[in-house]
Structures are given as C-alpha cells and as structure tokens.
C-alpha cells in the first residue's frame, strides 16, 4: 500500500487551421444555384458583389459532382480556381475541400470547394477568369476501357471595389480598431535603450496598415524598429494586433510622456472615417546611479543547483519505486522460504578486492599492487596484498594443490579502504550537480540595476531547472525588485514549496508586507518539501519491515504510527503543490478566445488564484476560484511552478 500510494504521489500532476473551409464561405454554399439532376457543375461567386478598397472578401469555387458518376471514375478530378491579380490574397486553398452533399432531383452530390481571402488594392471593376474543372470517364466498367476526357468552365465573377474617402486614401480599411501605448513597466534609465511599442488591434489586413504618425518628445531619441503583426480570426474575419515597435533613448531624468496618437481608418461597416485614439503614456526616466546603490536589499545567489533529494524523487525515481517495494517482495519470500540450519557464509577476499578495484581475476599481483597504489593505499599495505596474492597463486596452481593461505590483517585494511571509497563515489554523484550548476548571468544584471534583465534571466533558469528552489527564489527577488509583486509571490511560493526552511527564502518573504494574507496562505504549512516526505516515509516504511521481520516488539507499534502520520502529512503537502496553479496580475480581462478583440467576459481581480488549462500562443486557459473560464495571456499570470 505505501509503495501504490509513492507511486500516485510521484507521478501526480504539479501542474487558423489548414485544411479547414472559411465559416464565411461556408455560409455562402445556400446562395450558389443547384445543377440540373445528373449533370456535374462548377461555379464562381464573391461573398458580395461592391465593396470598399482594402475590405475582406471571399471568392469562392464549388464543385458539384453526382455521387454515381463520381464513384465510376479512376482518377480524382481537378478543380482550378480562378488566378487573379491586383490584390491581395490571405488565404488560397489549393486542394478542394469537401463541404458534404445534398439530394438534388433524387441524386446525392458532393460538394467541393476552393475559397480565397482577398483584398482589394485599388477602385474599379474585377472580372475573374473561369474556374475549370476536368475530369475522365471511363466508357465502360473494364478497368482498361478508354476514358472520356470532360472539362468544365464557369462563368466568371464580377466584383466592384469602390474608393474609400480622401481622408484616409491609402490607409487602414477595418473595423473596431483601438490603440494603446505599451512600455517598460520599471521606466527608463537616461542613455539606456528600450522598447516601446503602439499596439493597434481590430479587424482587418494587418499588412495594409500604414505606420501611425507620432510627435515624439524633444527630450528624446526614437528608433523605428520593424512592427509585428499578430494575426487571428474571429468567424472568418481576419483580424489582430500590429505592434509599431521604437527603441528610445532619454536624455535625463525625469517623467517621459508619450503623446496621443490619432489612427484614421475607414470603417466599411459604417461606411464613415473613424479615429482610434491611443492616450497619452508617462514612463518615469530613473536617475543614473551607480551599480552599488542600485544594489537592492535582498540578496541572490544565481545558483540553479537542484536539492539531492529533490534530484533523488524526481530524477531517479525507478530506484524509489524499487526500494518502496523491496521490502514486501523480501518478506513474502522470506515467509515462503522453509527454515535452514544457520551458517556463516565463506567471504572470498581475493574475488571481493578484485571486484572492488575492477581488475580482472586473471590480473597478476603486481597489477593488483599498482592498482592499489592508484587509490591512495600505502605502500607497506599494498606490498602485504601482492605477496599474499602471489603465495595464494603458488599453492593454487602448483605441483601439489593444497588450501591458499589465509589473508593477512593488510588486506582486511584495504577492503575497508576501498568499500569506504565506493560509498564516497556514490554520494559524490548524488552530491555533483550541486558544484557545477551555477549560473551567475542573472546576478550580474540584478547587481548593475538591469532588474527586468535579471528576471528574464533567472526565469530561464527556473524553467530550465524547475526543481532548484535557489533559481525560483531568485526570480522571485529579482521580479519584486523590478516591481512585479504578483510574479515575485508565485516564485517565491515555488521556492519555499521546493525548500521550507532556505532561510533567504523566508526573509524574503517575511519583507513583501504588501503580499495579501490570503496569498500568504498558499505558502507550505508543512515544514517539510514533498521530496523529503517521500524520502521519510520510504525510510519508516523499511523500518517497519524490518521490525515485522526480525519482531521488534518496540518498533513494531511505533514504526507503522510513524509511516501513517508521515504519508498523511505527504498527502497534504502534495494537495498543496499539485495542479497548474498561477496568480493574475493587474489589469487582466479574460475573453472568450485567444486574441485580443475577442468579447470580454469580465476582470479577473488582481492577486487572484487561478487554475491553468493548456492554450495556445502566448495564451492560456484559466479557472477562477468562483467557476468563470477564459483566456488570459500569459504576461497576465504569474505561474506558481512551471506551467508547460
């Protein structure tokens, strides 16, 4: 029972489509006319016959094909859709889709379609060429029988683009579009280069928008960078965000006020121009000082070493699940194996010292001395072991064979040497990782004042070592100093989870007085990591066997109490740290899907406790305490543990 309950307790969990048809051209199947009974059919439409410059529209191509005539032919038809220029196309199926079938006149057809995303460039009438559509029919059902080649065109289809007001000739044709400065939160240093961006979000070719026009500070230098585009539909409709990305540089210290943008855009829903307007943003400009006042009061180590005992649980967890079950395999042999006169077993030392130095059992003593002298054994000692190894082969393989002599007391002295050396070089494996993983790039950038590099850095590393409480304390120190109080709890709840007692960890904690009192509750109750608790109830496990099997009359009331308290309390610690949890961050909306148009579903308070989903991109699925679901992107949820 406790090896089944080990075993559920390390395994427990801590934590537009290609190939797919537009739902807009899928709406516009009940517009395209029926074929007559029998007869194979292909047309072209446009989802609307006038629109504006730069609005979306589709072109569609249907196939239709009588499922009789269909299931006689040896190849699969071909369907070219119209080939047109002057525009700009977002989306260009190659392959035809399937879009099901219908009964017309008594016979079943299926309906295949080929749908492009397009956007106008310039005013004027567009008349597309005709989509072809070939096939070969066989005359006769022989597989060999000579085919009929057919081909099919379809009208061509006309669409009228009209020119969109003076006022925004050449700009942005969407809908819904809305601006919003978006800057470091920890400010900037005078002649320190940083990154901000004017987000603009809504419906539309995200490609076609022009860069806003800004009239940036006096006080300040502005690099252009090249803008990102984030591209999403929302029922067919392209839409997204462009970020328009600068690299600024201030001259002194101060408040840097970026000033409001006017986006003019021509909305083809109301026919009428329209401004998003991005309000003004201040960003504190910082006083240079230097690295040592910038130094903040809590310290951090830049270590990503992994506890033993955590590398131990997680890392060679198949030797736990052995050791969880040897001992019930031991007593059910023991039980089943008839009594036996007691005997003293015969140690061989010459095959255990051989074993012990890994040399072979043919090796001559002279290697074996050799060998002996590599591991640090005195030379009197090894001298003993060769001249006792050279007098045992002499009686072994000489002319009379008679008993080999017995080991002198140098050769109890060196066994216990090298089985002393062996238990040394198997906690030096455990022990190793512990030298070696030290990464000290974080805590340079947190000693010269660079704080949100430091947190970048020190993320990397927890993601990288997610069982090193140093590298999640780090992060944590590192986020509060930069500001971010919400990311710095999550971490340090992370850390204080993988080690109760790291003292930094607890001073840094006791000092955010700012952290809510529920937040603060989240912290382990237990002054034991989960690991440890394993590790525990695996050694009162044994301890337990062990006095059934040897009848302990003592431990065997007190060994299974002990076992019982200590799998509840790693029952509790597990509930604890279980789960993909995260705490939100200011300013959170959830939506109902993965971009930022998306309709709101309502805030999600700061500080809440949310359970994470698997998501997509850059957002995740959240549960809040109060049974709402949502999206959040990830910047609005700081990750208590990793989340991938």
Same mark, same amino acid.
């Given at each position: ?155 061509? &289809? /006309?669409?009228? $683009?009209? %020119?969109? *007001?003076?006022? @925004?000739?050449?700009? !942005? =044709? +969407? ?96 026919? &009428? /121009?329209?401004? $998003?307007? %991005?309000? *003004?943003?201040? @960003?504190?400009?910082? !006083? =240079? +000082? ?100 050279? $007098? ?253």
């Amino acid at each position: 029972m406790i090896a089944l309950a080990l075993l559920a307790t390390l395994f427990a969990p801590q934590d537009s489509t290609p190939g797919v048809l537009s739902p807009r051209a899928r709406a516009m199947l009940d517009r395209f006319p029926l074929p007559r009974p029998g007869e194979v059919m292909v047309t072209t439409r446009f989802s609307r016959d006038t629109v504006w410059v730069g609005e979306q529209v589709e072109l569609v191509t249907v196939a239709w094909f009588p499922r009789q005539l269909r299931d006689r032919l040896h190849d699969s038809p071909s369907l070219t859709a119209p080939s047109l220029s002057g525009l700009w196309s977002m989306r260009a199926d190659v392959v035809p889709l399937p879009a099901g079938s219908r009964l017309v006149g008594g016979q079943f057809y299926d309906i295949f379609v080929s749908d492009q995303t397009i956007f106008p460039l310039g005013p004027g009438r567009i008349e597309t060429p005709p989509a072809v559509l070939t096939y070969s029919v066989p005359t006769s059902a022989s597989f060999f029988a000579v085919q009929d080649r057919r081909r099919l065109t379809s009208q061509p &289809a /006309v669409l009228v $683009a009209r %020119a969109t *007001p003076a006022a @925004v000739r050449g700009g !942005p =044709t +969407a809908h819904g579009l809305h601006a919003v400065w978006r800057g470091p939160a920890e400010g900037f240093i005078p002649g320190v280069p940083a990154i901000v961006e004017l987000v603009v979000s809504g419906e539309g070719n995200l490609t076609l928008w022009p860069d806003p026009d800004i009239a940036w500070p006096a006080d300040v230098h502005v690099y252009p960078e090249a803008p990102v585009e984030e591209e999403a539909s929302i029922a067919g409709l392209v839409a997204g965000d462009k970020r328009f990305r600068y690299t600024i540089v201030a001259d002194s210290a101060g408040v840097l006020t970026l000033p409001a943008v006017r986006y003019l855009f021509f909305d083809p829903g109301t026919a &009428a /121009v329209e401004t $998003a307007v %991005a309000p *003004p943003f201040t @960003v504190p400009v910082l !006083p =240079t +000082a230097a690295p040592s006042t910038l130094a903040p009061r809590l310290p951090v180590t830049g270590d990503t070493s992994t506890g033993p005992v955590t590398w131990l649980v997680e890392s060679a967890w198949p030797l736990v699940l052995l050791l969880a079950f040897l001992p019930a395999v031991l007593l059910w042999l023991d039980r089943r194996r008839p009594p036996a006169a007691i005997a003293v077993p015969r140690v061989d030392a010459e095959l255990e010292l051989r074993n012990l130095l890994g040399t072979p059992l043919d090796a001559g003593p002279e290697r074996v001395a050799v060998a002996l002298r590599q591991r640090g054994v005195a030379r009197d000692d090894a001298e003993h072991v060769r001249r006792w190894l050279a $007098a045992t082969n002499r009686r072994r393989y000489g002319a009379a064979r008679v008993e080999p002599p017995a080991a002198p007391p140098a050769v109890d002295r060196v066994l216990t040497r090298l089985r002393h050396g062996i238990t040394a070089l198997l906690l030096s494996l455990v022990l190793l990782h512990r030298l070696v993983a030290q990464d000290t790039s974080g805590v340079a950038r947190y000693l010269g004042g660079d704080l949100a590099g430091a947190a970048r850095a020190f993320a990397t590393a927890a993601a990288a070592t997610p069982g090193s409480a140093d590298a999640w304390r780090d992060l944590g120190t590192a986020r509060f100093a930069a500001g971010d109080q919400v990311g710095a709890a999550a971490a340090w709840i992370r850390a204080l989870q993988l080690s109760p007692r790291d003292a930094l960890a607890d001073a840094a904690w006791d000092s955010a007085a700012t952290i809510p009192e529920d937040v603060r509750n989240l912290a382990p109750s237990i002054p034991l990591s989960r690991d440890e608790l394993v590790i525990l109830v695996l050694a009162a496990w044994w301890i337990s066997c062990a006095a059934l099997r040897w009848r302990v009359r003592w431990l065997r009331g007190i060994a299974p109490a002990l076992t019982t308290l200590l799998l509840l309390a790693l029952v509790i610690r597990s509930t604890e740290q279980s789960g993909r949890q995260a705490l939100v961050r200011a300013g959170a909306v959830l939506r109902v899907s993965p971009t930022p148009t998306a309709p709101v579903l309502g805030e999600a308070a700061e500080w809440s406790r949310v359970a994470v989903d698997p998501g997509q991109g850059g957002w995740r699925i959240v549960r809040l305490s109060d049974g709402r679901r949502g999206w959040l992107p990830v910047s609005a949820i700081a990750a208590i543990g990793p989340l991938d």
